[in-house]
């Protein structure tokens, strides 16, 4: 399928500015690789420039691009064999401190299903029918995944980390 | 409150400057481009191109996308790659190793497969787990497509090999070695299997098993027993899935679908039951076995954690992965990997 148009190049500096690191975030937690992570988020916004989808408000545009980058780590994970472990001073680099990073560790042990809907729902804010349509789950599964993420990353962290 | 730290340490997590960098680059230069053909569209840059025209033979149609979508990767990258174009034909497909490069401890290579004679190579075409690749050293490797040229007919991987010991990668021979591909994949999601779960057996014959795998939260090797297949009649509307067994197990509803040719066509499901108002219920843990020696057929068994009166209440609905074809060849090029 050919692209219909392609935004002008301001407009890519832009996304880049303004969702850059809103979905290198979540990119860098859900595939533990910083160059697997650089590659999905490309692709989400090069997605979003060819496409060039319109939106009622900044809410929805955000709520797409998170879309599109929890598909495209979706289906990486799918294809890998390997399962990349950043290690904690890796981790640091990208801002956090040395206390966070363990937390940080611990949630990137949780399975992938889980761990979006941790971070979608605890760091992104997102209520859980927004979640739902997100990851293309009910929200009775939503739910369940929120739960059952929560507990196990109590258990790794608390097993782990204090 | 883990919550909190929680929060506060994902959005900690900055894109990193020099990142942020280059991604703009890159998309700038995209959105200046003229759309491409491509499936993931590229668009190489005006400087690229003179910088091709000056450095590389005259390449063939097929080979012209690859460095397209090599420039849109990254211009920098892109130059650092040695073209190679070498390949080998059989059962009227083409494998050519287009270009190469090795940086620190990993290499990277370009290849492509075309169908001179029908349409057997498409978007959706993976080389799975039937490629080798021999070094003289140990490595880890991976290939994953990232293009497809309907013009041409040809599909682009990105083999991704690393030193097994974390050391430079040495310049040598490589040998990429293919014996089989799948192509026109498709997705199948939100497949109602009429089953009567209310009519689940409530004592079936279960039978010890080896299993080949499993997953899930409550995956137990140990004291897991599957059903010996119990329905006679097969409620899966998806050609090549049998569904072969439903009955509690200590508790737990076990749902049992038979995969026909699994090492031929890399045919999956996953299986999941829907409540009346749309509610999902996974299963917590899924079984693999091989029904027969050499078969090649495949057991999957998913074992749901709900009530008897809950389940009469759902119905059971699978998303299905298919291939519908696979292309069976000798395809091996040796070429240089220089450092």
New interface residues.
Partial sequence: ?????????D???Y???TY??TL??LC??MLGS?SDA?DA???T??TY??KAPSFADAGHEKAWLITVAANRCRDLLR????HPQLPLEDLE?????RE??G??EA?MQV?PRFRVV??LY??EEYPMEEIARIIH?????VK?RLQ?G?R???EI?RKEYL | M??I????????????RA??AR??Q??????????S?W???AVAVLAAALALTLTMPVLAAHVEPVYDLMYLVSPAMAQSFQPVQRSDQDNGIRMEVVSARIQGDSAQIYLTLQDLEGDRVDATTDLYDSYTIRTPYDT?G?C?RVGYDATTGTATFLVTLTHLEGQAMPGDKITFSLREFLSRKEERTGVNLPADLSAASTAPATQAVDLRGGSG?AFEESSFRALVPNLRDNACPVEGFTLTGLGWVEGRLHVQLLVDDLLDNDNHAQLYLT?AH?????PEASYSFWAEEGSGDSYEEYVFSLSPEEAAGCRLTGDFFLSGSHTQGNWKVTFPLEG
């Fill in positions: 399928m050919e692209p219909s148009s392609v935004r002008p190049a407009e890519a500096e996304m880049v500015r850059g690191s290198f975030r860098l937690v910083e650089e988020v490309q692709d916004i090069l420039l060819q294809r890998r064999t390997r680099a990208y801002g956090p401190d966070e990073c937390i940080l949630l399975p941790l971070v605890y760091v789950r009910s929200v009775s599964a369940m059952k929560r196990l990353l109590e962290y | 883990e919550e730290r929680l929060k506060q340490a994902v959005r900690a997590i900055e894109m990193p990142m942020e991604m703009t890159r998309l700038c230069r995209a959105a200046r481009r003229r759309p053909r499936t993931r569209p880890t991976h994953e939260e409540g749309g509610t999902v219920v996974e």
